[in-house]
């Protein structure tokens, strides 16, 4: 690879309000947690409540739910354009608490018979922009 195709890892951070502002526009992240102290990532669909927190539905007795039930995880969602490169990450790290009740204002449908919601509580948001990829070359 020649020295002008390595990507580069230039980014512009994003303040907290800018962070939770994205998050509220988007429907799928990525929940990090550990299975056996390995890492792990899963897909999945979400909502931001009003209080920062990122929430999600998983079915009650799944690996995911018996993995962050009161542990540190990280949730990770973001855009990028497959065009130029532009777009933006956001992460969220925080505990996880598991419920059976449902939320005040949980949407209908976010879930199904079966499953709890996970809270994931936003006790440090951190999010970055990505540059189109031919900003800044010659």
Known sequence: MKPDQI???D????DERQCLRLLAATRV???VYTVGALPAVLPTRYRLD???SVL???AAGSELVRAVSGALVAFE???VSESDGSGWSVTVLGRADVTEARTPHEPAGLRRPGQVCIRIHAELVTGRLLPNAGAGRP
């Open 11 to 14: 980014t512009s951070p994003l």
């Open 50 to 52: 009003a209080d920062g």
């Open 56 to 58: 999600l539905s998983a």
């Open 7 to 9: 990507p580069s890892a």
């Open 77 to 79: 969602a973001g855009e």
């Open 29 to 31: 992240g990525r929940v």
